[in-house]
């Protein structure tokens, strides 16, 4: 299996896929995010989990695949399609937890390599832990090392946004009653 990640992921270089001038950006406040993974697994429920926390305004979009055996990376390449004829998905994250390379294997195919690259919305890849890369990895527009993660880059965070706003309307305040203080002096003058 090693070697045949080695040798689809260098076919795939010499192709352009994983080329930085073909990542799109990832939005800064995505109003939909789509996801792809298997809705009874643990990276599922962090992926909720996080994006309630973080930014709840978000709706999110889920697409239930098969990340592991047979016929796993055709439903993968199903969600990634679906996603982006969604009207309005900002941004869509492929995720599953760890695993073993067997486990692992349906994102290293190249058929969810080349949905991925087709795909007109951005794509985050947060597919397995820390140490796991996938040919997913190189081919998405951002490699996140956990699930989890995939979601908080994806999602502002909600406090720093309010404090944002807190900020900025103190700030606003003060420049105002400074303005007006020295319009009052230019009057009485």
């Keep these: 299996l090693q070697e045949a990640f080695e040798k689809l992921k260098k076919k795939l ?12 950006p990832i939005p800064a406040f995505p109003k939909k995010i789509g996801v792809v993974t298997a809705i009874d697994g643990a990276a599922f429920r962090d992926l909720i989990s996080v994006a309630k926390r973080r930014f709840p305004l978000a709706e999110i979009v889920i697409v239930p695949a098969r990340v592991q055996g047979s016929g796993a990376a055709e439903s993968i390449v199903n969600g990634v399609n679906i996603l982006n004829e969604y009207s309005g998905i900002n941004v869509i994250i492929v995720a599953r937890g760890g695993g073993s390379i067997e486990d692992l294997w349906a994102f290293n195919e190249e058929i969810v390599a080349r949905a991925i690259f087709k795909s007109k919305v951005p794509i985050i890849s947060g597919v397995g832990h ?12 951002l490699r996140a090392p ?8 994806a999602t502002p965070d909600i406090i720093d946004i309010e404090n944002f706003i807190e900020e900025f309307i103190s700030n606003s305040s003060t420049n105002i009653e400074e ?4 319009k009052m002096q230019d009057l009485s003058s």
């Design 146 to 153: 956990t699930p989890s993660v995939a979601m908080e880059i």
């Design 179 to 182: 303005i007006i203080g020295t």
């Design 130 to 141: 820390e140490v796991d890369f996938t040919i997913t990895d190189y081919v998405a527009d």
């Design 13 to 24: 270089e010499a192709e352009g896929l994983f080329d930085e001038k073909f990542k799109k």
